[in-house]
């Protein structure tokens, strides 16, 4: 038989996460409510980072506003926490400044697809070499809970009480008929294909889009009936159909009646804009005037002398 516990047996022995060396513990504790599943997203994103072998110096994240904006100011990176709507138009600049650098924006459906949204479908339809994670959890999150170009027809928000009117976007879908190179779709309860799908699009040549749902149980959840955070992962659990390669239109999310389709729809070969860029001025200026726009012709030069 086991003796009695001492006092000594009982004291909080400290156990220090692996996620703690890519975060900014100084900024902890984080504002994210209990339930919500960007700490999930967050963690699946720095488990395909290690699995990439992406090394750290080469990754810069970019984030806009809202709840998901709060990754950038909380992950141990090379970050930009960058004014609302703007995070794709600053991962552009810095992905042509620095074209050797992986460059990722991580943030919420408002920030890239409302105020956004114009910024979106251009980068895919150029396809520049980013990638794009999308926190989609229905609604606007941080300022309220107003109603979103992602939130569910019929659903309740702050800004309409009787119910939303209008058809949400299908994020996919808008991805793939902008032209996006990767466009793949999970929730926070899928983690390891989420983290498998996350890693393949960091290192997909051209533009990379992975929308995740989360749950968001304080503001939509509540509103809508849904029940708290657990109860909504249970929803994921078991409305979520997998359908890897599936037309994009054809890949709705209904949380009430389901299904939700997930998996990875688009993965197709297409020239990304700088390497399009390099082809065109090479054939017009010509090889031996013409130096080609990447991470070796924006390095200083070596001296030759060491």
Known sequence: MRGPRTTQSLQAVPVNSPMEDWLRMDRMPHIWCPGCGIGTAVNCFVRAVELSGIPRKKLAIVSGIGCTGR???????????TTHGRAIPFAIGLKLASPDLHVVVFSGDGDLIAIGGNHFIHA????????????????????????????????IATTTPYGNLESPFNLVHLADS?????????????????????KEALT??????????SPCPTLYGRRNRLGDGLDIMRVFKEKAIRRDGLSTDAAFVDLKNGPIV?????????????????????????????????PVTMRPPED???
Do not use: W
């Open 262 to 294: 997930i998996g990875k729809f688009k993965d197709r070969p297409r020239e990304a804009f700088l390497d399009v860029y390099n082809d065109a001025m090479t054939r017009v200026i010509g090889k031996d005037h013409f130096i080609p726009y990447g």
């Open 71 to 81: 990754v950038a100011g909380y992950i141990k990176l090379d970050s930009f926490h």
């Open 124 to 155: 895919a339809r150029r396809n520049v070499n980013i990638t794009v994670i999308c926190i989609n959890n229905l609604t606007y999150g941080m300022t309220g809970g107003q109603v979103a170009p992602t939130s569910p027809k019929h659903s």
């Open 204 to 213: 997909k040549n051209g533009f990379s889009f992975v929308e995740v749902l």
């Open 178 to 198: 902008s032209g996006a190179s990767y466009v793949a779709r999970y929730t926070t309860f899928h983690v390891r294909p989420l983290v498998h799908t996350m």
């Open 304 to 306: 030759e002398s060491e």
